[in-house]
């Protein structure tokens, strides 16, 4: 059976113009707070929550701080991924004790990856409040965790995959839903 063709969700410019309704959204609820910070999650979130620092700079005039995290050590699954998983550091520039997070990821589907990152960061601190910015909510939850921040929120199968592409990881931009051939 020939897989499906990737249906496309977003092309670069949707992207873009989803990044802008977010950062006006984060601006609208945090801008101003001097204790606002961004996290990405390592990989795809890394890039998204850079892309929002400076949209949100544009609009606030202030450039929140950024965090990185790599929730590999915190995964649940450590031991289905590989057998020497390779782990990139996290970088914390700020005390996250008091902070107000925005954490950013591309895709929300089951809420491990979510939880994972939020265990990370108590293990660092108390935050004020954690909020959670995604470009596509797929659904399918297994723990109960929501995005405060959505870009795009659909319903999906268990055999679809939801692909953010960005220009510096994958060598193109755009959004896309394929469908994985049954096991």
Same mark, same amino acid.
């Given at each position: 059976?020939?897989?499906? #063709?990737?249906?496309?969700?977003?092309?670069?410019?949707?992207?873009?113009?989803?990044?802008? #309704?977010?950062? /006006?959204?984060?601006? &609208?609820?945090?801008?101003?707070?001097?204790? %606002? $910070?961004?996290?990405?999650?390592?990989?795809?979130? $890394?890039?998204?929550?850079?892309?929002?620092? /400076?949209?949100? @700079?544009?609009? #606030?005039?202030?450039? +929140?701080?950024?965090?990185?995290?790599?929730?590999?050590?915190?995964?649940?699954? !450590?031991?289905?991924?590989?057998? &020497?998983?390779?782990?990139? +550091? #996290?970088?914390?520039? %700020?005390?996250?004790?008091?902070?107000?997070?925005?954490?950013?990821?591309? $895709?929300?589907?089951?809420?491990?990856?979510?939880?994972?990152? *939020?265990?990370?960061? $108590?293990? =660092?601190?108390?935050?004020?409040?954690?909020?959670?910015?995604?470009?596509?909510?797929?659904?399918?939850?297994? =723990? +109960?965790?929501?995005?405060? =921040?959505?870009?795009? @929120? *659909?319903?999906?199968?268990?055999?679809?995959?939801? /692909?953010?592409? !960005?220009?510096?990881?994958?060598?193109?931009?755009?959004?896309?839903?394929?469908?994985?051939? &049954?096991?």
């Amino acid at each position: 059976m020939k897989p499906k #063709t990737p249906e496309l969700l977003m092309s670069a410019k949707e992207l873009d113009k989803t990044l802008d #309704t977010i950062a /006006q959204k984060i601006a &609208h609820d945090m801008g101003g707070d001097p204790d %606002f $910070v961004l996290i990405g999650i390592r990989t795809r979130g $890394v890039t998204l929550a850079m892309r929002l620092q /400076q949209k949100i @700079k544009k609009i #606030t005039r202030k450039i +929140p701080p950024l965090g990185i995290l790599d929730i590999t050590l915190y995964r649940d699954d !450590l031991s289905t991924l590989a057998k &020497h998983p390779i782990v990139k +550091p #996290t970088t914390l520039p %700020f005390d996250v004790d008091d902070k107000k997070i925005v954490l950013v990821d591309d $895709v929300l589907y089951t809420g491990r990856t979510i939880r994972a990152a *939020i265990d990370q960061i $108590v293990d =660092y601190g108390r935050p004020a409040l954690v909020r959670l910015a995604v470009i596509v909510d797929r659904g399918l939850r297994e =723990y +109960p965790i929501q995005a405060d =921040y959505v870009g795009l @929120k *659909i319903d999906t199968r268990a055999n679809n995959l939801v /692909q953010v592409r !960005l220009n510096e990881i994958d060598g193109d931009e755009k959004v896309v839903l394929m469908e994985l051939p &049954h096991n």
